[in-house]
């Protein structure tokens, strides 16, 4: 019964991840992605990675896809004149594609995986401590890997700032507070 | 029962080639160029999970957790970087970011 759900979710991920690189329309291409999203979040459920499929939901689908449906409706594009050259890297694209496909096909087939049984390394163990997964994964996040975590908030928020940067305009007529100008005013 | 861990690497790489695709394919719109990247990103997440389940180790989705923000990180930039490119150019076509051609 999983395996019939994950060959369904498999197919689903399969065809919308297609249909978001050929979709005429952006919009399209967008929803797609969410449908993508959302059968990957299914796709953890199965793993025993429940924490993370709620994030996958909370921050692609909440965050990282409205972004992108933002932007879309902000730009005004013309779909008829997008499609112009699409033709010409065709050939191209696809034989280099299939290329890597194969090579990667043919690697994971020649692995020694053993999928029959699990096989547990160290002691950050899944399912030796008596927790859920939120847990187990807040109790090895803040304190092992507490380093790199405070850096991928400062890489956030440099990214933050660069956005704002640069999409700050700086226009003719705008009202604009000069901070030093207040602050040095007798 | 249990899925064999060698499916979820097949579709991981079946995700990963559809968004190298949609990168080399892709002359018309930068956007979609975004999502590609965002599809290359997911496929790597789905086999740290895999392999986070296989090994019975939590620090695969602990990497996960880094993937996920830098990919939001690189959304916004990337998309900023999309607006002012239209606010300049009036299109988002592929073939006119020449701007740094000398």
Same mark, same amino acid.
């Given at each position: 019964?999983?395996?019939?759900?994950?060959? *369904?979710?498999?197919?689903?991920?399969?065809?919308?991840?297609?249909?978001?690189?050929?979709?005429?329309?952006?919009?399209?291409?967008?929803?797609?992605?969410?449908?993508?999203?959302?059968?990957?979040?299914?796709?953890?459920?199965?793993?025993?990675?429940?924490?993370?499929?709620?994030?996958?939901?909370?921050?692609?689908?909440?965050?990282?896809?409205?972004?992108?449906?933002?932007?879309? +409706? +902000?730009?005004?594009?013309?779909?008829?004149?997008?499609?112009?050259?699409?033709?010409?890297?065709?050939?191209?694209?696809?034989?280099?594609?299939?290329? *890597?496909?194969?090579?990667?096909?043919?690697?994971?087939?020649?692995?020694?995986?053993?999928?029959? $049984?699990?096989?547990? *390394?160290?002691?950050?163990?899944?399912?030796? $401590?008596?927790?859920?997964?939120?847990?187990?994964?807040?109790? *090895?996040?803040?304190?092992?890997?507490?380093?790199?975590?405070?850096?991928?908030?400062?890489?956030?928020?440099?990214?933050?700032?660069?956005?704002?940067?640069?999409?700050?305009?700086?226009?003719?007529?705008?009202?604009? $507070?000069?901070?030093?100008? $207040?602050?040095?005013?007798? | 029962?249990?899925?064999?861990?060698?499916?979820?690497?097949?579709?991981?790489?079946?995700?990963?080639?559809?968004?190298?695709?949609?990168?080399?394919?892709?002359?018309?719109?930068?956007?979609?160029?975004?999502?590609?990247?965002?599809?290359?990103?997911?496929?790597?997440?789905?086999?740290?999970?895999?392999?986070?389940?296989?090994?019975?180790?939590?620090?695969?989705?602990?990497?996960?957790?880094?993937?996920?923000?830098?990919?939001?990180?690189?959304?916004? &930039?990337?998309?900023?970087?999309? &607006?002012?490119?239209?606010?300049?150019?009036?299109?988002?076509? &592929?073939?006119?970011?020449?701007?740094?051609?000398?």
């Amino acid at each position: 019964m999983t395996i019939f759900l994950f060959f *369904i979710v498999s197919i689903l991920i399969i065809t919308s991840s297609l249909l978001v690189i050929t979709s005429k329309n952006p919009i399209h291409s967008v929803l797609f992605l969410i449908l993508v999203f959302f059968n990957t979040s299914i796709l953890f459920l199965f793993s025993n990675a429940e924490f993370l499929a709620m994030v996958v939901l909370i921050v692609y689908i909440g965050a990282v896809a409205v972004l992108f449906l933002f932007v879309i +409706m +902000m730009l005004d594009i013309n779909i008829a004149k997008l499609r112009q050259t699409f033709l010409n890297y065709l050939p191209i694209g696809l034989l280099v594609g299939f290329i *890597i496909l194969l090579e990667l096909i043919y690697i994971v087939s020649q692995s020694k995986l053993n999928f029959t $049984q699990k096989i547990s *390394i160290n002691n950050n163990n899944i399912s030796n $401590q008596m927790l859920d997964n939120t847990k187990t994964i807040g109790n *090895i996040l803040y304190t092992d890997y507490f380093l790199l975590f405070q850096i991928s908030g400062i890489i956030l928020l440099v990214a933050m700032i660069g956005a704002i940067f640069l999409t700050i305009r700086k226009r003719e007529g705008a009202k604009k $507070q000069n901070i030093y100008k $207040q602050i040095l005013k007798k | 029962m249990e899925i064999p861990i060698t499916y979820y690497l097949y579709l991981s790489i079946i995700v990963f080639t559809i968004g190298l695709i949609g990168i080399f394919l892709n002359r018309k719109n930068l956007i979609v160029l975004l999502m590609s990247i965002e599809l290359i990103l997911l496929s790597a997440n789905i086999n740290f999970v895999s392999f986070s389940n296989y090994y019975q180790n939590i620090a695969g989705q602990i990497f996960v957790f880094f993937n996920l923000s830098i990919a939001a990180a690189e959304a916004a &930039v990337g998309l900023a970087i999309i &607006v002012i490119f239209f606010r300049k150019k009036d299109s988002i076509h &592929v073939d006119d970011i020449n701007i740094l051609k000398g």
